[in-house]
T-cell receptor, first 115, second 113 residues
C-alpha cells in the first residue's frame, strides 16, 4: 500500500540558505501535517493543511512557510536557515482534519542538516 | 496547556523480560491517547490508541489502559523481543482539536539477547 512519501530523505544546507521539503500524502488523503523533531527531542507540530487551506498552526518560525497544492501534496519552505533548524522533519497525512478517530500516517521524514 | 511526560530512557531489557514505559499527561480538554513507535531511520508508526477512560489499546502484544483518575497511559508488554528495540512516544490529541498531536519526549528501548 502507498504510504506518505517525503523528499528528499536527506538534505545538507549552509546557514542562511533556503530549503524546500516535499510531502506526498497517501492517495485520497486531504490533510497534511508537518512536525519538526530536533535531535533527541519529541516531534513538535509546525503547521497543517486541509483542502489546500491552512487548518492549524503550531510553533512554526516566521522564516518558514508552507502550502498545500491541488494534488494535496505539500511543501515546507525554509529560508535564512540557522544551525538550530537541523532536525528531522516529518510529514503526516489523514483523511479529514478532525477527530482523534482519524488515523494519522507518517512519512519517514527528511533529515535536514544545517552546517 | 497540554503536555505528555514519559519516563526517560534508554531502557535496556533482556529478551522475554516484562516492559513498562510510564506516561502521564495533562490536558485542557478531553484527550485521546496514543503510543507511537519509531524504528531507526523510519517514520512514526501508530502502535495503539485509546479514546476514552478505561479503554485498553492493544497491538502486537503491547497494551496500554487509559486511566483518567491517574492521568496515565502506561505502555506494557509481557515479553519483549529484540525486534521491539525502538523509540516509543506517548502522545495525546484533544477531542475536537483535529489531529494535532502533543508528544512526549520519547523513550528508547533496547532489548538484548
Amino acid at each position: 500500500a502507498a504510504g506518505v512519501i517525503q523528499s528528499p530523505r536527506h538534505l545538507i544546507k549552509e546557514k542562511r540558505e533556503t530549503a524546500t521539503l516535499k510531502c506526498y500524502p497517501i492517495p485520497r488523503h486531504d490533510t497534511v501535517y508537518w512536525y519538526q523533531q530536533g535531535p533527541g527531542q519529541d516531534p513538535q507540530f509546525l503547521i497543517s493543511f486541509y483542502e489546500k487551506m491552512q487548518s492549524d498552526k503550531g510553533s512554526i518560525p516566521d522564516r518558514f512557510s508552507a502550502q498545500q497544492f491541488s494534488d494535496y501534496h505539500s511543501e515546507l519552505n525554509m529560508s535564512s536557515l540557522e544551525l538550530g533548524d537541523s532536525a528531522l522533519y516529518f510529514c503526516a497525512s489523514s483523511l479529514g482534519p478532525g477527530g482523534s478517530k482519524e488515523k494519522l500516517f507518517f512519512g519517514s521524514g527528511t533529515q535536514l542538516s544545517v552546517l | 496547556g497540554n503536555s505528555v511526560t514519559q519516563m526517560e530512557g534508554p531502557v535496556t531489557l533482556s529478551e522475554e523480560a516484562f516492559l513498562t514505559i510510564n506516561c502521564t499527561y495533562t490536558a485542557t480538554g478531553y484527550p485521546s491517547l496514543f503510543w507511537y513507535v519509531q524504528y531507526p531511520g523510519e517514520g512514526l508508526q501508530l502502535l495503539l490508541k485509546a479514546t476514552k477512560a478505561d479503554d485498553k489499546g492493544s497491538n502486537k502484544g503491547f497494551e496500554a489502559t487509559y486511566r483518567k483518575e491517574t492521568t496515565s497511559f502506561h505502555l506494557e508488554k509481557g515479553s519483549v523481543q529484540v525486534s521491539d528495540s525502538a523509540v516509543y512516544f506517548c502522545a495525546l490529541v484533544i477531542t475536537g482539536g483535529g489531529n494535532k498531536l502533543t508528544f512526549g519526549t520519547g523513550t528508547q528501548l533496547k532489548v538484548e539477547l
